[in-house]
């Protein structure tokens, strides 16, 4: 399980971090509650250049149409400019209008700001001025179109720095209360790179944290459009990649799920002369021997047909293989994400033997998976039905460890272990919960008490270590060249501070299974931090591992997720972008937690806007 940052979300957007998940701050929604200041004053002549000419979402020929349009018509050159009905220059009645703006006279503010505009005898500095106050007025009257459009008029006529810092931060306010939350955070962005060190830094931590919360909402809006358009189209029935499906079969062992001896190409040569029930049955066998060639693909299909065809089974023994086939079809769709068929299918199953242990144990996997607390109840059942099954003392000590009870789990898994489970997974599992009762131990320690308690805890947490690398001896001893041994070693070591034996494990994993990318992804990831005191980072190194691990695995989401971090370390925002949609495009949403499904999105989010801010000249810097 990926481990997350106690850090919080502020500053993620900003930054680039490597691990995996973060957790996020509060969800509360800041907004200033003062969304409009009191009318702004003429700008000085000798005010500071503000950056590169951007894109204001406004064309010159746009603004000069807009600026036109508010002139009165001109008789002849000659001819002086009519005072407006206030009576007086642009400026005299832009300053009643701030009167009236600031007396909460919001349309005497805005019908004076009008004249002023339509009199028009300042220039275009003065006119930028005139078209941000009247924006402002717009924000207070709920004219939202209105305040966006004479503000995108007022940033195409190049005002200073001052009022076009005004005028991004008053159009910011007008998209956000028009619900343009996008347009909103490209705004504020904009507002937060203009700032410099002569900020305040209660201010520049106050347009943080607004960004942080408008980033989770347009990530929000994302994440409900993502799920509205999948439901709405076909369901991607897709199965996980191959380096997730191999540990989860690997789960099961063998005593209570042997595999099919007969090869798929003999049992096929049988299926071209069978029907009816011997068809069923085949159908089931030659799916059973496709799951231990580890050749997934088909497997659903002929399962289906499986028990379509053993449906009417009467005697024992076809009935024994219609459960079996079910058995498998329910887990299927549980790995096809299909969770309420797959609960379904489960059901079907204990409805013609509620001891059917198998399905107790499968169904409790995926209300696991749902967070349904029922899983507890199924787990319980099958273990007072088979306590010695090692099937079932694994699946429940992966419960257990997930409910952050590591003893119990560890109890479990050696247990497994000791029933004779065919696989090595109960090792690797072992090692895990050891390891994390490691880690208890440590905190514990680290937390205080009287000076024997601390060191006996100091100590425990070292045994607990030794014991979670000893069960990984154990497994490399029994299970010779299983990669997965080694990838599981290496992990372990890198959590002892054995950094140079942690990368001897994953290169032999590696050696041992090259259409594995995790080897791969921990070595790059190993490469981006320093191992030693005073060492520094390998990026080129690290960046190249990772990439061969998405060329192996497009799937690796890991490894993509690290390239974005990457590329957002480096700047390179329009490659982070890519690099985090494509987690988001091959990950399935069940498989997904929703607080990790929510920070790729911010991610991304963050990626796509401060790509277009470098590319519109303004980079956000850390005050």
């Not at 024994?320 to 299927?332: C, I, M, S």
């Not at 957002?568 to 949403?589: G, H, I, N, P, R």
Request: proline residues 4%; positive net charge.
């Amino acid at each position: 399980m990926a481990e997350t940052s106690a850090s919080g979300l502020s500053q993620q957007w900003k930054v680039a971090i490597a691990a995996a998940a973060v957790a996020g701050a509060g969800v509360a929604l800041y907004y200033m509650t003062k969304s409009a200041s009191e009318g702004d004053s003429t700008p000085s002549s000798a005010g500071a250049a503000g950056p590169a000419v951007i894109n204001t979402k406004i064309s010159a020929a746009a603004a000069t149409a807009a600026v036109a349009a508010a002139k009165p018509a001109a008789a002849a050159s000659t001819t002086p400019k009519p005072a407006g009905a206030a009576g007086g220059t642009s400026l005299e009645i832009k300053d009643k209008g701030n009167k009236s703006f600031k007396a909460k006279e919001f349309q005497s503010a805005l019908r004076l700001y009008s004249e002023a505009i339509a009199v028009n005898d300042g220039g275009d500095k003065v006119l930028s001025v005139l078209f941000n106050n009247r924006a402002a007025a717009h924000v207070m009257l709920k004219g939202y179109a209105q305040a966006i459009d004479d503000c995108s008029t007022a940033l195409g006529l190049g005002p200073d720095a001052d009022i076009k810092k005004k005028a991004f931060k008053r159009r910011a306010d007008a998209y956000f209360h028009a619900k343009r939350y996008r347009d909103a955070l490209h705004d504020y962005m904009v507002c937060r790179a203009m700032m410099t060190s002569a900020d305040k830094k209660v201010v520049v931590q106050k347009e943080d944290k607004r960004i942080d919360n408008l980033l989770r909402k347009v990530s929000k809006g994302e994440i409900s459009k993502r799920a509205a358009a999948a439901a709405a189209a076909p369901a991607d029935r897709s199965l996980p990649a191959l380096n997730i499906l191999q540990p989860f079969f690997y789960g099961f062992s063998r005593h209570a799920n042997p595999q099919e001896a007969a090869s798929v190409e003999s049992i096929t040569a049988e299926l071209a002369s069978a029907s009816g029930l011997a068809a069923g049955i085949l159908k089931c066998r030659r799916a059973r021997a496709l799951i231990a060639a580890e050749n997934y693909a088909g497997v659903f299909d002929e399962l289906v047909s499986a028990c379509e065809l053993l449906a009417g089974a009467e005697d024992d023994e076809t009935k024994l293989h219609y459960t079996v086939a079910l058995t498998w079809k329910g887990t299927f769709f549980h790995l096809r994400g299909q969770l309420k068929e797959a609960i379904e299918t489960f059901n079907q199953i204990l409805a013609i033997d509620d001891t059917n242990v198998e399905a107790l144990m499968r169904r409790a996997m995926v209300y696991l998976d749902q967070s349904n607390p029922a899983c507890e109840a199924d787990y319980k059942r099958a273990a007072k039905l088979a306590p010695e099954s090692p099937s079932v003392l694994y699946h429940r000590g992966q419960y257990l460890l997930l409910s952050n009870q590591p003893g119990a789990a560890a109890e479990d898994f050696k247990k497994s272990i000791q029933c004779g489970h065919t696989s090595f997974m109960p090792y690797m599992a072992l090692s895990h919960a050891l390891t994390a009762l490691s880690h208890q131990k440590s905190a514990e320690a680290q937390q205080g008490g009287n000076g024997v308690s601390k060191r006996g805890k100091q100590a425990s947490s070292v045994t607990l270590m030794q014991e979670a690398l000893s069960a990984l001896d154990d497994a490399a001893a029994k299970f010779a060249g299983v990669a997965t041994v080694y990838l599981y070693k290496g992990q372990v070591l890198e959590q002892a501070d054995r950094a140079a034996d942690a990368e001897k494990a994953f290169k032999m994993a590696h050696k041992l299974d090259k259409t594995n990318p995790m080897p791969l992804f921990h070595l790059g990831a190993m490469a981006l931090r320093p191992t030693k005191p005073g060492g520094a980072p390998n990026l080129v190194q690290g960046v190249a591992l990772l990439e061969q691990a998405v060329k192996i695995e497009p799937q690796c989401g890991p490894a993509l997720e690290h390239l974005g971090h990457i590329s957002m370390s480096t700047k390179d925002y329009v490659k982070a972008e890519y690099w985090f949609s494509q987690v988001l495009k091959q990950a399935k949403s069940h498989a997904m937690m929703p607080d990790q499904l929510e920070m790729i999105h911010i991610f991304k989010e963050s990626a796509s806007m401060q790509a277009q801010l470098k590319s519109e000249g303004y980079a956000i810097k850390d005050i």
